[in-house]
């Protein structure tokens, strides 16, 4: 059974990096099918699609967030992050990682979540 | 952007009931659809992919249906254990997107 757990700051000021990692057991990050994903959810809100990642390194960053993202993957460690640059209170969000099944683009295994907060 | 717009935003009704929610997308999408499901203080869980599969292990009160840009997902007969927040999710096109969510509630 595929397990992810991300991990990182759970309380940030404005302008600083957010960086997340999410690590992978019971499954290897390189297996060929699946992408590596992040997701985020404003308190009492609905799901915001952050990105993908693969375990060659190609990635598909949402517009959305104009250009302030960088995901990358160490498959070394089984794990992959996001890197979210000059933060402000509307980055505040429970952060999720995900596995992405690639046929169905389906979002088949999620970690638990992780709030951050953005506050100065 | 393809926009997903479901309804109801949310629905009380008692066990046992049929519930149907549906997602309408801004444009076709073929059949590229997703649903999920996420109780409160926890991480959504794949119900259907491809508008009309049941992910292994859901039961099978959930199905979906639809094509193009309609779909529908029903709980044929609600259980308690049902009470949560639903979602739709389009892969037709890059970025991917989630509907808005629909609260299903008890009465």
């Known amino acids: 059974q595929v397990q992810l757990q991300e991990s990182g700051p759970g309380l940030m000021k404005p302008s600083q990096t957010l960086s997340l990692t999410c690590t992978v057991s019971?499954?290897?990050?390189?297996?060929?099918?699946?992408?590596w994903t992040w997701i985020r959810q404003h308190p009492g809100k609905g799901l915001e699609w952050i990105g993908y990642i693969y375990y060659s390194g190609s990635t598909y960053y949402n517009p959305s967030l104009k250009g302030r993202i960088i995901m990358s993957v160490d498959t070394s460690n089984n794990q992959f992050s996001l890197n979210l640059s000059s933060v402000t209170a509307a980055d505040t969000a429970v952060y999720y990682c995900?596995?992405?099944?690639?046929?169905?683009?389906?979002?088949?295994?999620w970690s638990p979540g992780t709030m951050v907060t953005v506050s100065s | 952007d393809i926009q997903m717009t479901q309804s109801p935003s949310s629905l009380s009704t008692s066990v046992g009931d049929r519930v149907t929610i549906t997602c309408q997308a801004s444009q076709d999408i073929r059949n590229y659809l997703n649903w999920y499901q996420q109780k409160p203080g926890k991480a959504p869980k794949l119900l259907i992919y491809?508008?009309?599969n049941l992910e292994t292990g859901v039961p099978s009160r959930f199905s979906g249906s639809g094509s193009a840009t309609d779909f529908t997902l029903t709980i044929s007969s609600l259980q308690a254990e049902d009470i949560a927040t639903y979602y739709c999710?389009?892969?037709?096109?890059?970025?991917?997107?989630f509907g808005q969510g629909t609260k299903v509630e008890i009465k």
């Open positions: 995900a596995r992405v099944r690639d046929m169905i683009r389906a979002f088949d295994f």
């Open positions: 491809d508008a009309s």
């Open positions: 019971g499954g290897s990050i390189i297996r060929g099918g699946y992408y």
């Open positions: 999710q389009q892969y037709d096109d890059l970025p991917w997107t």
